[in-house]
């Protein structure tokens, strides 16, 4: 139901030009993907829906990628075939391999908020964000941010690379017509 529901608004926002280069990111349990049929399920939404898959956009935790390493892989290639794209939640708070890192087919790195939430407070954090940046851009995947409270953290991140964030400081979980009307408002001609 969620993944229908995502794709579903995902297609919407694809008809518009104002929103057709947004992506939706849906977390994916363990659970979930562990199923046998997971890649025919996330294929018939796709098809379903006629979302354009590229806007489409997993997001796996370190312990649900590290779990069986070669199914993983296997599915997201799969699933890369089809044109969605991979995030890794909570980068950096797992017990991730960088061997297998350099494996997996992902997109993007997801900064964990607990190294976020340190910045200028707890130098060995703010090193560590900065690592991870590094280590991301050198292995060509974007970063986001995760847990971006205050300017000093946005800041932060944009000194050193990082242009994606969420976060507090952006704007509170909400309901979708006022996310909408918020992008209505921030495009509207000046």
């Known amino acids: 139901w969620v993944m229908q529901t995502a794709c579903q608004q995902l297609h919407r926002w694809q008809q518009s030009p104002a929103t057709a280069h947004l992506q ?7 659970r979930q993907f562990r199923q046998d049929n997971f890649v025919a399920l996330v294929q018939c939404v796709l098809e379903e829906t006629g979302v354009a898959p590229h806007g489409l956009k997993l997001e ?3 312990s649900l990628v590290l779990d069986n390493i070669d199914d993983t892989i296997a599915k997201m290639i799969a699933l890369k075939a089809l044109g969605v794209r991979f995030s890794m939640d909570d980068f950096g708070t797992g017990q991730s391999s960088l061997s297998y890192l ?7 790195l997801k900064i964990d908020q607990s190294f976020v939430r340190n910045i200028g407070i707890k130098p060995s954090d703010g090193m560590i964000v900065q690592t991870i940046i590094g280590m991301a851009a050198n ?22 690379g990082c242009t994606f964030y969420q976060g507090y400081f952006f704007g509170r979980p909400g309901p979708l017509a006022g996310f909408e009307a918020m992008l209505n408002t921030h495009q509207a001609p000046a």
């Open 60 to 62: 796996l935790t370190e």
């Open 102 to 108: 350099t494996r997996l087919p992902l997109d993007q």
């Open 139 to 160: 292995l060509g995947l974007e970063v986001i941010a995760e847990g971006v409270e205050t300017l000093a953290q946005q800041v932060f991140l944009a000194e050193h």
């Open 24 to 30: 939706l990111a849906v977390n994916v349990s363990a």
